[in-house]
């Protein structure tokens, strides 16, 4: 069977990125509109994006949760050029399973500017392991909110099998969960080999009156060094970006050597269409994500402490040359 970067590479030399274009009465992902209100460093990286390729190239797995708009290379490239980035991570959703091969796709269209974070399952083989850091990929990506994983002890099971699929690698281990688990895991993530980062805030869902509760957790694996978090905002937050400006204050000021940003470009709708399936296509968010990304001034006034977030610490995490 072909590997995921023969496909990816197959794909490439058959023109199979046009296919992102052929699209439907879908509408294309959402650009800025906003100008930036502070100069973006050179080197900028924006550390949770996606790629969404249309269902004949890139078919989305069969027990997924919802069907998102395509989102291409090209029109990820337009994003980044507006507000001055050089640098992007790719993250593989779970629409795909552990088929990688649009996030590789995309890592190709940038080149050397680009790095990837993959989901594996117990198919993935060690040569597909090899390839794909080859070619940039620097960590694996569970699922564990979208698959419903609420039991520490089987999220643990998931943790310790992706750790010794990746131990010969120099990976880190990205966790898509909540506040809750993180904190009955707190014990455990802080003894792993391997660097933990948490996407998104670690899950949490501020209401701007208190802290979520078990947000602690992660504050204390940050200030410890043994985790990153993503201070990345989900389309759904877009009109109340303020809820975010205590978690994001308490993170930085816990340890901003450990906190990186993510804009969550396209802004997908993780839920199936109201009376729909999850096979049915899902609008994306219309985010503008000038306007989201301003609030990093408001959290990070300092010039140099944007440079750690958006150069320093993407550059070590991510080993960009």
């Known amino acids: 069977m072909i590997n995921r970067r023969q496909f990816a590479i197959t794909a490439a030399s058959l023109g199979l990125g046009a296919t992102f274009l052929a699209r439907g009465a879908e509408a294309k992902p959402s650009q800025p509109s906003t100008s930036l209100a502070f100069d973006m460093p050179k080197g900028a990286c924006d550390c949770h994006v996606h790629i969404h390729g249309s269902q004949t190239a890139f ?48 890592m190709m269209h940038f080149g050397r500017s680009a790095r990837g974070v993959a989901v594996i399952d117990n198919e ?23 698959g419903g994983v609420n039991d520490p002890d089987r999220a643990k099971a998931m943790i310790e099998t992706a750790l010794g699929q990746i131990a010969d690698l120099d990976w880190h281990l990205q ?65 109340n970006l303020s809820v975010f400006d205590p978690l994001a204050e308490k993170l930085i000021a816990a340890n901003s050597d450990r906190i990186l940003w993510g804009s969550n470009w396209p802004h997908p709708n993780a839920k199936a269409p109201a009376g729909g399936t999850a096979h049915d296509l899902t609008p994306l968010f219309d985010v503008d994500d000038g306007r989201v990304f301003n609030q990093l001034k408001v959290w990070a006034a300092d010039p140099a402490l944007r440079q750690k977030i958006l150069v320093d610490n993407p550059a070590k995490l991510y080993r960009f040359a």
């Open 59 to 106: 078919p989305m797995f069969e027990k997924r949760s919802y069907t998102p708009e395509e989102a291409s290379p090209d029109e990820l490239e337009a994003m980044m050029k507006a507000l001055g980035l050089d640098r992007v991570v790719i993250v593989t959703p779970s629409v795909y399973g552990a088929n990688n091969a649009a996030t590789m796709f995309g």
């Open 175 to 239: 966790l898509n969960t909540n506040p809750a688990m993180i904190e009955a895991l707190h014990d455990y993530l802080g003894t792993l080999p391997k660097m933990v980062v948490f996407d998104h805030y670690g899950g949490a869902q501020p209401d701007g009156k208190s802290e979520p509760a078990g947000f602690g957790a992660m504050v204390d694996l940050v200030a410890k060094g043994k985790a990153y978090v993503k201070i990345s905002i989900k389309g759904g937050h877009r009109d």
């Open 124 to 146: 993935t083989t060690k040569r597909e392991l090899t390839e794909m850091d080859a070619m940039g990929i620097r960590g694996v990506r569970l699922n564990l909110s979208v």
